[in-house]
């Protein structure tokens, strides 16, 4: 369980300007990139998923593949762990990352968590503001609901007829 002790932090921050794609699945994508910073998560596999500049060449079945990933490493498994809603933590921007090794006494932080059955090592935390998990997860997150629920899908079939009969090339 994570804590904060006092407002007083004697951190030093690390991280970039990152550019997210306005695209529901970037986002998601930016997330997860986030998630595997934070803590040791680097099976070859999810490589893939974290490059959210290469959204675009996703498939259907691998955008939902990013769905159910984000589903497991749901922020209800991570708040107050590693990641942390705490503004005055990221004054100059929705979040921030900081090396664990660098906080003294302000968190108390755990030093590993089991995530899809298998214990993850933290290796840093993250700080962020509410609207970055509303912009980076959860509203695209019930976007993405929606796309893959029934009636997204149905939806999604009229759209891509329509898109066929208006062209056509004779």
């Keep these: 369980m994570a804590m904060i002790q006092s407002t007083n932090f004697d951190v030093k921050a690390f ?9 529901d699945i ?19 596999e999810i490589q893939r998923y974290r490059n959210y500049s290469n959204w675009a060449n996703m498939s259907d079945a691998e955008d939902r593949l990013i769905f159910i990933l984000a589903l497991a ?22 979040n921030q ?24 090592n933290v290796k840093k935390i993250m700080a962020y503001k509410s609207a970055w998990m509303q ?17 997204g899908q149905r939806q999604e079939a009229a759209r891509r007829a329509m898109l066929s009969q208006a062209c056509v090339i004779s």
């Design 73 to 94: 490493l749901s922020p209800d498994e991570l708040e107050n762990k590693v990641f942390f809603n705490s503004p005055q933590l990221c004054p100059n921007s929705n």
């Design 15 to 23: 991280g970039k300007n990152v550019t997210i794609p306005n695209a």
């Design 135 to 151: 912009t980076f997860y959860l509203q695209p997150m019930r976007n993405l609901a929606f796309r893959f629920s029934p009636e």
């Design 97 to 120: 990352f900081y090396e664990i090794g660098q906080i003294k006494n302000q968190l108390l932080i755990v030093q590993s968590l089991f995530i899809g059955g298998q214990q993850r």
């Design 26 to 44: 970037a986002k998601i994508m930016y997330y997860i990139d986030c998630v595997c910073t934070v803590i040791d998560y680097n099976d070859r």
